[in-house]
């Protein structure tokens, strides 16, 4: 199988989505430094690039964040190289083995994970992130944006404006959707 690569711009500047032909990964994997890739070959050979920052993976993307004195004009040929390289080589994203998605807690909040999931999870990784439930206490929903939504621009309109008002509408519990931040 040849496998191709090409670009996507994200909503923030800082981050390009690098996607292949191939399933990378069922579910994603975030590794917001150098240190967080140690169980993770594919982003630990990125990382040696010294204009990369960030590495997120979800389904059949890589979402780069780079250095501020990099342009994306100079590095993206040379990231979509490695990239490409990277997939032949069947380079391994996580080590141990990828678990099914299991959601847990009472019955409302399998029901918030279970929206999150199927509706919100497939709109934020188009956008090369990934959305994260941490809780629901009293109302609040609390989620963690990854990938290139991390310090986002208009993540914030897209936590109140979309993703509020979606659960807002199909759970009545919920009055606010916040999110953690990294």
């Not at 399998?110 to 990784?125: F, G, M, N, S, T």
């Amino acid at each position: 199988m040849t496998i191709n690569v090409y670009t996507e711009q994200t909503p923030n500047p800082a981050t390009m989505k690098f996607m292949v032909n191939k399933l990378l990964i069922n579910g994603s994997e975030d590794f917001a430094s150098k240190e967080s890739a140690e169980h993770s070959p594919f982003a630990k050979e990125l990382f040696k690039f010294n204009f990369v920052n960030g590495v997120f993976f979800a389904s059949n993307f890589v979402t780069i964040t780079k250095a501020e004195d990099a342009e994306w004009a100079d590095i993206e040929p040379i990231l979509k190289e490695f990239v490409k390289g990277a997939v032949e080589s069947e380079y391994k994203i996580k080590e141990e083995s990828n678990e099914a998605v299991n959601f847990e807690g009472t019955d409302l909040e399998i029901k918030i994970q279970q929206i999150l999931h199927d509706y919100v999870r497939p709109a934020v990784e188009q956008d090369g992130g990934a959305i994260t439930y941490k809780s629901f206490d009293e109302g609040v929903v609390t989620v963690e944006l990854r990938g290139s939504c991390s310090g986002c621009p208009s993540s914030t309109i897209t936590l109140k404006s979309g993703i509020q008002n979606l659960l807002q509408r199909m759970v009545p519990e919920v009055k606010e959707v916040v999110s953690e931040a990294l």
